[in-house]
């Protein structure tokens, strides 16, 4: 009886076995190659449900999606004898997921493959061309500042004013399109690479700070000298309109003194012609007034205009 009983368990749970070996399910964004006995004989990208044939047919999933690929910083010389960090980056997917399995196998497998052609190809496109096709996409200063400069492009003088061949972008263009033709062979497709870093290395990378601080404080001394004149040149205009103002404001203020004494000389005139005599008189005792008689001593002659007046008074 125990016998039967143990027979009985272990038949169930080679049945239970089987059944669950039996279906399997491949996700959206997951292709499957199955493999009888090893060997590849069947590549399913259909998303669902999905049979085999339990202990006999295994399978291997591989994404659909596209990956990444970051390759390690490197230092390599450029063609005219820049020594900087190169740093790129790609994208790339499985399309023959059965010629994937037999040649490369694993993912570990891809990078490192990804990983030889890639740095490969970057290293011959570097050295076979100067610094400034590297850095720079087009040969205007203004469009390197924005767009090439924010993805850690080195930029000096003397790169603003080269005149650009291929550029950063055709370069790269040409490394996807030189390290592309080795993946077929692979089952992999090479989507895009970018070089996302290039800089100096740290000595170089120092000096070159260097000179462009010592330009930009260059510059800043041109931009304050510009600055000087033109605040010379403003100065200098508002003084003189200053002046004009003040010339102007004078001429005006004698034009309206001279008129009002040609008035006042007007109206004296007319007052004095109506009673002249009186006027004198007036004019006399003003002066009678305003002498300065105390602590001094007055000679007057009995025949002066000045004491005419006096000897009119009645006694």
Known sequence: MNIIKYLTIFIV?????????????????????????????????????????????EITRYE??????????????????????????????????????????TYDQAYS??????????????SSNPLVELVRTSDLVETMLEEELDEGAVFTDQT??????????????????????????????LVDVRLKRVNYVEKVRLMVYERMIS????????????????????????????????????RISVEIKGKADAEAAKIYGEAYNQDPGFYAFYKTLDTYKEAAFNNATLIIGTDSDYYGFMKKIPK
Request: glycine share 8%; aromatic share 8%; charged share 30%.
């Open 13 to 57: 749970v080679v049945v239970a076995l089987s059944i669950a070996g039996l279906f399997y399910t491949v996700n959206e964004y997951e292709q499957v190659v199955i493999t009888q006995f090893g060997k590849p004989i069947k590549v399913v990208k259909d998303a669902g449900l999905h049979f085999k044939i339990p202990l006999i047919q």
């Open 64 to 105: 659909k999606r596209i990956l990444r690929w970051d390759g390690d910083p490197k230092e390599v010389p450029t063609r005219d004898k820049r020594f900087i960090w190169v740093d790129a980056t790609a994208r790339w997917k499985i399309v023959d997921p059965m010629r994937f399995l037999q040649v490369i196998g």
């Open 113 to 126: 493959k990804l990983d030889d052609t890639i740095d490969s190809v970057v290293k011959d496109y570097v």
């Open 160 to 189: 603003a004013t080269a005149k650009i061949v291929l550029g950063r972008e055709g370069i790269t263009r040409a490394i996807l399109a030189e390290a592309a033709k080795a993946m077929p062979e692979f089952g992999m497709e």
């Open 215 to 250: 330009e930009r404080k260059r510059m800043a001394a041109q931009f304050r000298s510009e600055g000087e004149g033109k605040k010379a040149e403003i100065l200098g205009q508002m003084e003189k309109e200053l002046k004009g103002i003040t010339s102007e404001a004078y």
